[in-house]
């Protein structure tokens, strides 16, 4: 079955860090653009990260750059977030998606949280 499954979030401090990972299985790793996502209470969901199979082909959101950095392993189809510089308005479900524009296809994992305390 296809399976993306999140994992690190938790609770940390203002400033603090945290690294994320999704964890994927079921599909061809390789073949997806690998995104990061998160919703906050009564918020849409918001673009966080980007990375294709392409090393170094990265983009994130502005208000995120420099502090998170996405990265990704084929070997161990997983993709990470590396989150630096915790702030407030952090706070939020993270979530990972795989997405393959040529077939129009899509998964999302399950989500993890992430808790930033003041």
């Known amino acids: 079955q296809v399976q993306l499954v999140e994992s690190g979030g938790g609770l940390v401090q203002p400033g603090g860090s945290l690294r994320l990972s999704c964890a994927a299985s079921g599909f061809t790793f390789s073949s997806y653009t690998m995104n990061w996502y998160r919703q906050a209470p009564g918020k849409e969901r918001e673009f966080v990260a980007g990375i294709s199979s392409t090393p170094g082909s990265t983009n994130d959101a502005d208000t995120m750059k420099g502090r998170f950095t996405i990265s990704r392993d084929n070997a161990k189809k997983t993709v990470y977030l590396q989150m630096k510089s915790l702030k407030p308005e952090d706070p939020a479900v993270y979530y990972c998606?795989?997405?393959?524009?040529?077939?129009?296809?899509?998964?999302w994992g399950q989500g993890t949280q992430v808790t930033v305390s003041s």
């Open positions: 998606r795989a997405r393959w524009g040529l077939i129009k296809r899509e998964y």
